[in-house]
Structures are given as C-alpha cells and as structure tokens.
C-alpha cells in the first residue's frame, strides 16, 4: 500500500505540474496577445524556424500552414528592411551579440505593418552560434504617430522658413523663444 500511496503522490505532481506548465503557457500566449509580440527560433544549419502563435496572427500567415522557412519568412518585409534585417542576422551570428532592427512588412492582405525585432543568438560549447532566437513586436501605431509628427514638425519648419509673414514662439510668460528668419 505504501508504493501505492507514493504512485498516486508522484501522479497528482505530475499533473498538478502539467496543469501548472499549460498555465503558464496560457499566459505568455495571452502576453503576447496582449503586448502584439511573437517569438521565434531559427536553426543556423538547417534554416528550420519556430513560431509562436502570436507570431502567425502578426504576419497573417495560418496556423496550419506551419512556420515558414528562413527565405519565406524574409519574403514578408519591403526591400530596404530585407537588407537591414539580414544585416543584423548576420551580425548576430559572425559576433554573438544581440541586436534590434525595425522593418516595414507586406502583409497577405495587402496591409503595411511596422515590426521591432530582437536578434538573440544561442552558442554551443565551441562558442559557434547554433541557433538565433527572439521577438517580434507590432510598433505600427507608434511608428505612424512618429511620422505624423514627422510631417507637422516639418510643416512648422516651413512655415518659420518660408511664409511671407513674420512668425514668432513664445512661452506662456511671453519670452520669445523663437524668431523667424527675416527674408531679404
């Protein structure tokens, strides 16, 4: 009776642990549902990759369909980011530093989409990186607001420069704290 007890201890960690683990994976997908980053892994040797299921929802891409391989996966971005994104894979694996990159990306439905990736690679014991692995987060709200005000600051910028009129800044004090430049 006594191994029996034992048996049925080890059983109700066993699954008190497995429950525990389903758990904590329902939260970090929940995370990332709620924080719009994915995770990835990619094998350096046989370019298999990895996807987190926030991952799939940021690119559009169906669940059943499985994680792309590495050249599908950077078929996703524009061709300027292509080129910086695989600047800094490169970088990650010929130095083992991690590194951060922001892309533009197409998606399937047609939709542009800013991405913030994080490059994180893995050594072996030789010290060769075997694997790169990190994030990718959905900054597409902050990076149109960073251009928009891109834009209105330049609009200012041309009214100082340009406008037939003088134009000034104060502070609330009434201190000047800008002149236009007279036109001659």
Same mark, same amino acid.
């Given at each position: 009776?006594?191994?029996?007890?034992?048996?049925?201890?080890?059983?109700?960690?066993?699954?008190q642990a497995e429950n525990g683990r389903r758990a904590s994976e329902a939260g970090?997908?929940?995370?990332?549902?709620?924080?719009?980053?994915?995770?990835?892994? %990619?094998?350096?040797?046989?370019?298999?990759?990895?996807?987190? @299921?926030?991952? $799939?929802?940021? $690119?559009?891409? @169906?669940?059943?369909?499985?994680?792309?391989?590495?050249?599908?996966?950077?078929?996703? $971005?524009? @061709?300027?980011?292509?080129?910086?994104?695989?600047?800094?894979?490169?970088?990650?694996?010929?130095?083992?530093?991690?590194?951060? %990159?922001e892309q533009t990306v197409c998606l399937p439905s047609g939709a542009t989409r800013?991405?913030?990736?994080?490059?994180? @690679?893995?050594?072996?014991?030789?010290?060769? %990186?075997?694997?790169? $692995?990190?994030? %990718?987060?959905?900054?597409?709200?902050?990076?149109?607001?960073?251009?928009?005000?891109?834009?209105?600051?330049?609009?200012?910028?041309?009214?100082?420069?340009?406008?037939?009129?003088?134009?000034?800044?104060?502070?609330?004090?009434?201190?000047?704290?800008?002149?236009?430049?007279?036109?001659?």
């Open positions: 009776i006594p191994s029996a007890l034992a048996h049925v201890a080890r059983e109700l960690r066993g699954g970090l997908q929940e995370a990332q549902a709620v924080g719009s980053i994915g995770d990835w892994e %990619v094998d350096r040797d046989s370019g298999t990759m990895s996807w987190s @299921p926030q991952l $799939f929802r940021l $690119f559009e891409r @169906p669940l059943d369909a499985g994680p792309p391989d590495l050249n599908e996966g950077l078929a996703y $971005f524009e @061709p300027l980011s292509l080129e910086r994104t695989r600047t800094q894979f490169w970088h990650a694996i010929d130095t083992g530093e991690c590194c951060e %990159v800013y991405h913030a990736t994080r490059i994180v @690679p893995q050594k072996d014991a030789t010290g060769r %990186v075997r694997k790169l $692995f990190g994030t %990718v987060q959905d900054i597409t709200e902050r990076t149109l607001a960073e251009q928009k005000l891109r834009r209105t600051s330049d609009e200012i910028e041309d009214l100082y420069h340009n406008a037939h009129c003088r134009y000034h800044s104060a502070d609330t004090e009434g201190r000047l704290l800008r002149i236009d430049r007279p036109h001659l």
